[in-house]
């Protein structure tokens, strides 16, 4: 143990909560009588910041010191959620935190509701940046998260007569206790303009007149690795308008104008788009991605220069530059621009420091996710860019000609330029040409880059793809979530199982054992409890915590099929109608999901499910056997509720869609049986519990394929299933909107004529899964030897394990723990 570890194991609950008195009167300038829980929550963070701030010297010192080679974590999105629980667990003050709070007479848990969630991010791909940088720092690896300081984070979501409506998100209404702005690391970063071409004795080269400045401001946010040794940073990068621009525009009297420029500047880190897996396209996201990726480059180069100088040679040998997708793969044009134009290297140089200092990973293959940013708009915005981008084009075209000599198809196909009326740029053909490694997040996943994505660049580089399935960070999404069934873990394995998850698998003796089961089902029981309070509150639904809680939380997308699962609910209501004796498990059918502002079949699903739970929840005919609730504005902090006290797992894409997903970790971690395809880590889910203790079903992706080129035609399942066809007559009658008929048909249309993710394909071996589902419920004992064996072979599935993949084959990273000082 160091020092500050003992120090903290010291710590009495009377030491620690006169610190927090002392922060509630001299930070926040408030006394004990008239504190809020709010300004006591801040009094908490400002007393854990006296550790953090400690923590993050001693770190910072060591990697200087060590000259480590460093992983920078570009990405557009951190779903980081609350961070007081974080960093109290991490930090190893939870327990003394909440008897010091208790001693004063408060009651923690109402502190950390306090917080407002950091939602800067969409979904699974912002939430798994958040638990690499948990890893990250946990295995003491030298890293830094790069991303953009929104003002508004993801929209709130609110239900008007079950309609989905976005609310403004205002996570820094009242500040942050955990960010420190850094002015003096300020970059200026630069748009529009034109190149002009200079011909001297050397030749020629390019200079760009830009005609546009941002200044760059970093936010950083420290990330307290587990056990509190090291302390890493996540900068965040706010734009602001560039003080000499300005000044001119003064000058010359236009003293409004002059604020018109500011406002633009600073829309540039307004707001995160809400967009999960569409390219929106528009420019104002160019110039974010632009901006968050030339001020981190600016500030890589900065700290790289001040200490070896201009010896650029070295730069790949001490930095990693990992793309979270494609959102930052205009970071490869701006380190060629610098490199060429600014530190006068030969192409060739350049471009090997580039590929070897970046990687990419790929999340998915759905078409419509897959960025193209027109050449006009790079034209215009980053003239200098473009040039840049055309000269890579070219010479890996070169290279391609090499392989495949004189095949015109082959060129068209690999080219980084879409050709056609409005040519365009391929983010992830410039990613892949410029990168050293490119990955995919679960073995399936890769496997479909490299047979369907990419297949010509595993021939020209067959080492270059590679998978690392996903992972989530077992502190929040078990230690500090489920504190329950962390304490019943804590009375059989070491206390350091967040960080070695495989001691869990201790416990696979105990899953046939009968006291066991019953404690660990206690847990679930009181965890469900818990869920019905809060879903009573937030929809004033009365749910019974002895039906099986049945959860598929998850962004909106028709990929994902929450319409399958709707399909299902309307059947099985009919059922009850015809048969209210039928014999079935009570089932609380739960959904928590956002849909993209400007995805309208997302938002009439939305509006479905929400109208047919009205109707299923206040007909007393069916006894309560069925419920149905849709939680509002589902985010990290919701999550970490709702996953405790889940039956089942819905993840039930489509075959081939779903890259990954992290939620169907989270879930089987906390004890929830899998219901799903056989898609993205489900199947290695399903290889890590034993095919007994999960239930998958549906076709796989063959089948899907075989489907998709036999013509699917899914009238004729329509025609000739009388559940479906009842089931989705029904919903695009008047059943369920008896004051506006019809206002549910959309989705019966798309599902009897297009059905573009086979919901009716997979229909009958889902409702055959549901039933064993049913089946398996009322086996007390066989359940509970299940889902103990989910929660406790849920290492693979540790971030850290995954981070440790990067580390070793991509990052060619070593842990570098902090020395004492
Ligand atoms: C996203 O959350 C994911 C993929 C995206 O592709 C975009 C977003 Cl915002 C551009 C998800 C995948 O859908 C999911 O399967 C995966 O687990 C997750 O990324 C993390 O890899």
């Known amino acids: 143990m160091s020092q500050t570890q003992l120090a903290i194991a010291a710590m009495q609950p009377e030491e620690f909560r006169r610190k927090v008195v002392a922060h509630l009167r001299s930070t926040l300038g408030s006394f004990e009588e008239k504190a809020t829980a709010h300004t006591w929550s801040q009094a908490l963070a400002a007393t854990l910041n006296e550790y953090i701030y400690a923590g993050r010297s001693r770190t910072l010192k060591t990697?200087?010191?060590?000259?480590?080679?460093?992983?920078?974590?570009?990405?557009?999105?951190?779903?980081?959620?609350?961070?007081?629980?974080?960093?109290?667990?991490?930090?190893?003050?939870?327990?003394?935190?909440?008897?010091?709070?208790?001693?004063?007479?408060?009651?923690?848990?109402?502190?950390?509701?306090?917080?407002?969630?950091?939602?800067?991010?969409?979904?699974?791909?912002?939430?798994?940046?958040?638990?690499?940088?948990?890893?990250?720092?946990?295995?003491?690896?030298?890293?830094?998260?790069?991303?953009?300081?929104?003002?508004?984070?993801l929209f709130r979501q609110e239900f008007i007569k079950g309609r989905q409506v976005e609310r403004p998100d205002q996570w820094r209404e009242f500040g942050s206790p955990w960010e420190i702005c850094r002015p003096e690391s300020q970059q200026v970063v630069k748009l529009y303009g034109h190149v002009e071409t200079i011909h001297d004795q050397n030749g020629s080269r390019k200079v760009w007149h830009p005609s546009r400045m941002l200044r760059a401001i970093p936010w950083d946010i420290p990330i307290v690795g587990y056990g509190g040794q090291n302390v890493n940073i996540l900068r965040l990068w706010?734009?602001?308008?560039?003080?000499?621009?300005?000044?001119?525009?003064f000058n010359a009297g236009g003293y409004v104008d002059a604020y018109a420029e500011l406002v633009q500047a600073e829309t540039v880190s307004k707001v995160l788009y809400p967009n999960d897996e569409t390219d929106a396209g528009k420019e104002l996201r160019l110039i974010q991605q632009y901006f968050f990726s030339a001020a981190s480059i600016a500030d890589i180069l900065r700290r790289f220069e001040s200490a070896h100088g201009n010896d650029y040679h070295l730069f790949a040998t001490l930095n990693v530059l990992q793309l979270n997708d494609t959102h930052p793969a205009i970071a490869i044009a701006e380190l060629m621009r610098l490199l060429v134009d600014e530190k006068q290297l030969a192409w060739q140089e350049a471009w090997q420091i580039t590929q070897q200092s970046f990687a990419y990973t790929n999340h998915t293959l759905l078409p419509e996710a897959l960025e193209t940013w027109s050449v006009s708009l790079l034209q215009t915005v980053l003239p200098r860019h473009m040039e840049i981008i055309f000269e890579i084009n070219?010479?890996?075209?070169?290279?391609?000609?090499?392989?495949?000599?004189?095949?015109?198809?082959?060129?068209?196909k690999l080219s980084i330029i879409q050709e056609g009326e409005k040519k365009s740029v391929r983010m992830a053909q410039l990613s892949v040409v410029g990168s050293q490694r490119v990955n995919g997040v679960a073995k399936i996943h890769t496997q479909l880059i490299k047979t369907e994505l990419f297949p010509e660049m595993v021939q020209l580089?067959?080492?270059?793809?590679?998978?690392?399935?996903?992972?989530?960070?077992?502190?929040?999404?078990?230690?500090?979530?489920?504190?329950?069934?962390?304490?019943?873990?804590?009375?059989?394995?070491?206390?350091?199982?967040?960080?070695?998850?495989?001691?869990?698998?201790?416990?696979?003796?105990?899953?046939?054992?009968?006291?066991?089961?019953?404690?660990?089902?206690?847990?679930?029981?009181?965890?469900?409890?818990?869920?019905?309070?809060?879903?009573?509150?937030?929809?004033?639904?009365?749910?019974?915590?002895?039906?099986?809680?049945?959860?598929?939380i998850k962004r909106l997308h028709e990929y994902k099929r929450q319409h399958l699962n709707l399909l299902y609910i309307l059947v099985l209501y009919r059922r009850l109608l015809k048969n209210p004796a039928l014999d079935i498990c009570p089932r609380v059918f739960i959904f928590g999901a956002k849909a993209a502002p400007g995805y309208r079949m997302a938002k009439d699903i939305i509006l479905a499910i929400n109208r047919v739970a009205k109707v299923i929840n206040n007909d007393v005919s069916i006894g309560g056997k069925i419920k149905l609730v849709f939680?509002?504005?589902?985010?990290?902090?919701?999550?970490?509720?709702?996953?405790?006290?889940?039956?089942?797992?819905?993840?039930?894409?489509?075959?081939?869609?779903?890259?990954?997903?992290?939620?169907?970790?989270?879930?089987?971690?906390?004890?929830?049986?899998?219901?799903?395809?056989?898609?993205?880590?489900?199947?290695?889910?399903?290889?890590?519990?034993?095919?007994?203790?999960?239930?998958?079903?549906?076709?796989?992706?063959?089948?899907?394929?075989?489907?998709?080129?036999?013509?699917?035609?899914?009238?004729?399942?329509?025609?000739?299933?009388?559940?479906?066809?009842?089931?989705?007559?029904w919903l695009s009658g008047d059943f369920f909107t008896p004051e506006q008929p019809g206002l549910l048909a959309s989705i019966s249309k798309n599902l009897i004529n297009e059905d573009p993710f086979m919901v009716l394909a997979d229909f009958a071996a889902y409702q055959q899964a549901q039933q064993r589902i049913?089946?398996?419920?009322?086996?007390?004992?066989?359940?509970?030897?299940?889902?103990?064996?989910?929660?406790?072979?849920?290492?693979?599935?540790?971030?850290?394990?995954?981070?440790?993949?990067?580390?070793?084959?991509i990052w060619q990273l070593k842990p570098i723990p902090a020395a004492e000082c």
């Open 63 to 153: 990697q200087i010191e060590s000259q480590a080679r460093t992983v920078h974590y570009l990405s557009l999105e951190f779903l980081m959620g609350r961070l007081l629980a974080s960093n109290l667990h991490n930090l190893g003050l939870y327990q003394v935190a909440e008897q010091a709070m208790a001693l004063q007479g408060l009651e923690l848990a109402d502190l950390l509701e306090q917080e407002p969630d950091m939602a800067l991010g969409n979904g699974g791909l912002g939430r798994l940046a958040a638990c690499f940088i948990d890893s990250m720092a946990t295995l003491a690896l030298p890293a830094i998260g790069y991303g953009i300081h929104y003002e508004h984070g």
């Open 631 to 729: 939680l509002p504005n589902y985010r990290v902090s919701l999550a970490e509720k709702l996953i405790p006290a889940a039956d089942v797992s819905q993840q039930i894409s489509l075959a081939g869609k779903e890259a990954s997903g992290t939620g169907n970790m989270k879930l089987a971690m906390n004890g929830a049986i899998t219901l799903g395809t056989h898609d993205g880590a489900n199947i290695e889910i399903a290889e890590a519990v034993g095919e007994q203790n999960l239930v998958l079903f549906g076709m796989k992706v063959d089948e899907v394929k075989a489907l998709q080129h036999s013509g699917y035609a899914p009238q004729h399942i329509y025609q000739n299933n009388e559940e479906i066809k009842a089931a989705l007559d």
């Open 774 to 809: 049913d089946s398996f419920y009322r086996q007390k004992s066989a359940w509970a030897e299940a889902a103990i064996l989910n929660a406790v072979s849920m290492a693979r599935f540790n971030s850290d394990r995954s981070i440790m993949e990067y580390a070793n084959d």
């Open 238 to 249: 706010e734009s602001r308008a560039d003080h000499f621009f300005d000044w001119d525009v």
């Open 461 to 552: 580089w067959p080492e270059k793809i590679r998978n690392i399935t996903n992972g989530v960070t077992p502190r929040r999404w078990l230690k500090i979530c489920n504190p329950r069934l962390a304490e019943l873990i804590d009375q059989h394995v070491d206390a350091d199982w967040p960080r070695y998850l495989e001691k869990l698998e201790q416990l696979k003796p105990l899953a046939k054992d009968k006291d066991f089961q019953q404690k660990f089902m206690a847990v679930k029981q009181r965890n469900k409890q818990a869920l019905v309070a809060v879903i009573k509150q937030l929809t004033d639904v009365e749910v019974s915590a002895e039906a099986i809680f049945d959860v598929q």
């Open 394 to 412: 070219r010479r890996f075209l070169q290279q391609v000609d090499e392989r495949w000599p004189n095949d015109q198809q082959m060129q068209a």
